[in-house]
């Protein structure tokens, strides 16, 4: 069975620093990951995923995640945070065994930026 | 191209009750999934329609259930409403054209039970 964790609930960072929010899977063969990132009071929105190639996944609004195999991570990164950065994210894993193999979301990440 | 769309928006309901949610995915997406959010349990897998047909589903009870429209349109019905299903049920709909197919999510429709 696939399954994702993020183990922090919350974290905090003072604008303009980097950001890291920590994600990590498990699934039998080659991962598809995701990242999605929610507002409140709206639908997830995403951000990046991880299919195959560059181990450096590039997505919207300057988020970054870089996949780990031996460490089975997929951490969501930007190097500077903004107050509008904000939300609630979401990393999310599919199996790639194919045909209607659901998503598991982890239980999210509140993300605090600090004026 | 206009995103996902739900309908209502919010609902309130009391016990007993059942209710029927709708979504429309973006053109020309075939799939619709059906996922329910709670502060307690996070986001849960409901079901996967493809074609008018289910093709996956979570563990809920049967009270939870849906179809899908030959436009690909879905609804998801909840009969006999509990205080527990108080939630933001999503929807997201995504193209069909391999597992790492981006599922793009609605704004939800926001479900309160009496």
């Known amino acids: 069975a696939q399954s994702v964790a993020q183990p922090e609930d919350q974290v905090n960072v003072a604008e303009g620093n980097p950001l890291t929010v920590k994600c990590t899977y498990s699934v039998s063969g080659n991962p598809y990951l995701f990242w999605y990132v929610q507002y409140p009071n709206r639908g997830l929105q995403f951000l990046l995923k991880?299919?195959?190639?560059?181990?450096l996944v590039k997505g919207s609004y300057g988020f970054e995640a870089e996949f780990n195999k031996s460490q089975t991570s997929f951490h969501l990164k930007k190097p500077s945070a903004l107050v509008s950065d904000s939300a609630l994210y979401f990393c999310a894993v599919r199996d790639p065994s194919g045909g209607y193999q659901k998503v598991t979301f982890g239980t999210g990440t509140k993300l605090q930026v600090i004026p | 191209k206009a995103g996902v769309t739900q309908t209502p928006r919010y609902l309130i309901k009391t016990r007993g009750q059942q209710v029927t949610l709708s979504c429309s995915p973006i053109?020309?997406?075939?799939?619709v999934s059906w996922y329910q959010q709670t502060p307690g349990q996070g986001l849960q897998f409901l079901f996967e329609?493809?074609?008018?047909?289910?093709?996956n589903k979570g563990n809920f009870p049967g009270r939870f259930s849906g179809r899908q429209f030959s436009n690909s349109r879905s609804e998801m019905n909840v009969s006999t409403l509990e205080l527990g299903d108080s939630a933001l049920y999503l929807c997201a709909s995504r193209v069909v054209g391999g597992a790492g197919d981006t599922q793009y999510f609605g704004p939800g429709t926001r479900l309160t039970v009496l």
């Open positions: 329609y493809f074609s008018e047909t289910q093709r």
């Open positions: 991880y299919i195959t190639g560059d181990n």
């Open positions: 053109s020309g997406h075939r799939s």
